[in-house]
């Protein structure tokens, strides 16, 4: 893939210039912001990928990794401001953060997009924290979608990944999903059809990879950042009764299994982005308390955690054994397939 497409694109507020040598270069500037992207044309596998919800736990690291692999990151955002604090230009070089107005021209100028967003789901749950955690959703997929599609094919991505959840298959304590198993029936499960179906309507010839994520495991963010200070208390235990299934996902893994639904066409249709040892949310805490060197004997009641969440704490409190069948037919390698050595490597 080409990094830029040449002459083919062009950036409202970009004027052009040049560089010792000739080298081509784009400068994209804004009111409050000023991005130098240098094109290499000698570098043909070098790619140009815009994120939605590049500000979130995932996002952040897929950025990075990008970044460390010298791929031009795009950061769409509706809140510039934030975005810079997270991502100032004198640590991420080179990456451009655009608002709103400026996403056609950034996705026409990737060989792929990326879309994470989405309102996080570990909060208190009001009717209308669920249809803002629905409609998040569906919105800025659409929005890339419509992007995309409207598109000239010779500016259009190529592959689109966006995010999903494993809260598609609903919950069981007995049953073990894969990516050929049917919808649930709750709500986490009409959000993530929907969510899935939005981005379904992408052009036939972009590449989709759908990736419905587990519980990503990592010490900045997600659901371990919420456990760790009840074990630092010496209160921690399981969630409930324990016996409800934990598919889970170091924050590596996904953003390498993200990195590869970009770059390998192989990688398409629904993948699930969880380990290949899902665990009981007992055994989980148990190895957590051992980690940590914290007892984790004590269980958190329904009531309490219920207190904190309202019908939010439904994501904790039932789960679901889900097997990433299609990441091992792919040949996805795990860094950590296995929750303890998961937890050693993100408190060591």
């Avoid at 592959?159 to 049953?175: F, H, I, K």
């Avoid at 040949?331 to 397939?337: L, S, W």
Wanted: some cysteine.
């Amino acid at each position: 893939m080409e990094l830029c497409r040449g002459t083919a694109f062009a950036w409202t507020s970009a004027i052009s210039t040049s560089l010792p040598g000739n080298q081509p270069k784009q400068v994209c500037e804004s009111r409050r912001h000023r991005v130098l992207v240098v094109c290499n044309a000698s570098s043909p596998d070098k790619l140009t990928v815009s994120i939605t919800g590049a500000t979130g736990f995932i996002g952040q690291h897929l950025v990075k990794r990008l970044q460390a692999d010298d791929h031009q990151v795009r950061v769409l955002t509706r809140t510039r401001s934030k975005a810079l604090v997270i991502f100032p230009a004198n640590d991420f070089p080179g990456v451009i953060v655009a608002e709103e107005r400026e996403w056609k021209d950034c996705i026409q100028a990737s060989n792929a997009v990326v879309n994470l967003a989405g309102l996080p789901i570990s909060t208190r749950w009001s009717s209308e924290i669920k249809k803002e955690i629905k409609q998040s959703r569906l919105r800025v997929t659409s929005k890339v979608v419509d992007l995309i599609n409207g598109s000239p094919e010779a500016v259009r991505p190529s592959v689109l990944v966006s995010a999903t959840a494993v809260g598609y298959y609903g919950t069981s304590e007995t049953q073990v999903f894969d990516e050929q198993s049917p919808s649930g029936n709750d709500y986490l499960a009409e959000v993530c059809r929907d969510w899935e179906g939005t981005a379904l309507k992408v052009n036939k010839d972009v590449r989709l990879a759908l990736i419905r994520i587990g519980v990503v495991l990592g010490k900045e963010g997600g659901a371990l950042a919420k456990m760790i200070p009840l074990f630092m208390m010496f209160a921690g235990g399981p969630l409930g009764s324990g016996k409800q299934w934990f598919s889970w996902i170091h924050v590596d893994d996904i953003v390498n299994l993200i990195y590869e639904a970009i770059r390998n066409p192989s990688y398409k249709g629904v993948i699930n982005g969880t380990a290949p040892n899902p665990v009981r949310l007992a055994e989980m805490c148990d190895h957590l308390g051992k980690v940590m060197g914290r007892p984790s004997w004590l269980p958190v009641p329904d009531f309490a955690l219920k207190a904190v969440l309202g019908e939010g704490a439904s994501v904790v409190l039932e789960g679901q054994k889900v097997i990433p069948a299609r990441a091992k037919e792919l040949g996805f390698k795990f860094k950590y397939p296995y929750v303890r050595e998961a937890l050693k490597s993100i408190l060591s």
